[in-house]
């Protein structure tokens, strides 16, 4: 529906006998990016077969998810819907400027009203008309769209690698990846966010999508640097030495935390030597203006 190519592999040289290597999957799109492209695949394309006038969504006001679904819904010349959580505040942050300008309409809802919506409570008006895609994308046909993802990394690389890792808001994107990857490869999801819910979230996606039994995944809880959006120096200063060393650029979100995980557990011997580990880069790099709007030229674009 959107033409997006197989993304490239690129070797991530840290010192050591473990091979590191980055899918990156921020190349996907300007705008429809990373995970937020594998989420949404299967779901437009059930939305254009059950005829749907637009699309509705979820998300806070820096969502990289808001963002791709009004990317998408323009690209497709489709209405999108933005149910955002908390107050409007004027003007516009780049991540909603951004959706607007893709024509996507927001409904601002309060913060207890917002999470009756994303369970359904209420939103019976809408149903008729929109496709309904949750918070941060993730169900089912976002899993599938993951697990393709898996594939298309064994295909590349003729192999499959020995370790996946990947950042970890909803657990949508980690328990598609398990779903397509085979017993052999074991899963990391890094959680952004404090709190040990993870594990009950994945395994609730994995349940959903029939693959309860999946045991090939571990949750690694050490590197949230606080909680959802908090960050350090120390996550600053790797985000800027891996763009300037590697060009490869992270957002301070969730790849930069990822990364910065990946690259601690090498350094602690946790990757058994030879082993080949692969870290997909899920993009969320819209993120960076937002956020260097708040913190001024924190991180280097
Ligand atoms: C850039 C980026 N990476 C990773 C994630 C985590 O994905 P998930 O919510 O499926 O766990 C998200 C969204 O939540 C994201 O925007």
């Known amino acids: 529906m959107i033409p997006i190519q197989p993304t ?4 991530w040289q840290l010192p050591g006998d473990v091979r590191l290597l980055v899918k990156r999957d921020d190349l996907t799109h300007p705008h429809v990016s990373g995970n ?11 939305a254009r077969q059950t005829g749907f006038a637009g699309l509705l969504t979820f998300g806070g006001a820096f969502s990289n ?27 516009l942050n780049p991540t909603l400027s951004f959706a607007r300008s893709c024509g996507m309409e927001f409904h601002y809802l309060d913060r207890s009203t917002y999470p009756q919506r994303c369970k359904g409570i209420g939103m019976d008006a809408w149903e008729k008309d929109y496709y309904i895609l949750p918070e941060g994308g993730s169900n089912t046909l976002a899993l599938k769209g993951c ?20 950042a970890a808001g909803t657990g949508g994107t980690a328990a598609g990846l398990i779903t397509g990857l085979p017993d052999q490869t074991q899963l990391l999801a890094f959680p952004v966010l404090k709190g040990n819910f ?32 908090h960050f350090d120096e120390q996550l600053i200063d790797f985000i ?14 969730y790849t930069g935390k990822l990364f910065f995980g990946v690259a601690d557990l090498h350094e602690k011997g ?6 080949t580990v692969l870290v997909i880069h899920t993009g969320g790099l819209q993120g960076i203006a937002g956020f260097n709007q708040r913190f001024p030229n924190l991180i280097r674009e």
């Open 65 to 91: 998810h808001l963002s791709a679904t009004a990317a998408a819904g323009q690209l497709l010349g489709w209405r999108t819907i933005g149910m955002v959580r908390g107050e409007e505040h004027l003007p």
């Open 240 to 253: 800027n030495q891996t763009k300037g060393r590697y060009d490869i650029p992270l957002d301070p979100i």
């Open 147 to 166: 697990a393709e993802l898996a594939e298309e990394c064994q295909e590349q690389l003729g192999a499959w690698p020995d370790y996946v890792c990947v």
């Open 198 to 229: 993870m594990r009950g979230e994945i395994q609730y996606f994995l349940a959903q999508a029939g693959h309860e039994n999946k045991k090939n995944w571990q949750v690694i809880s050490d590197y949230h640097f606080g909680g959802y959006a």
């Open 36 to 46: 937020k492209w594998r989420k949404l695949k299967y779901n437009l394309e059930a």
């Open 270 to 275: 946790f990757f058994p030597s030879g082993s």
């Open 8 to 11: 490239p592999i690129v070797e």
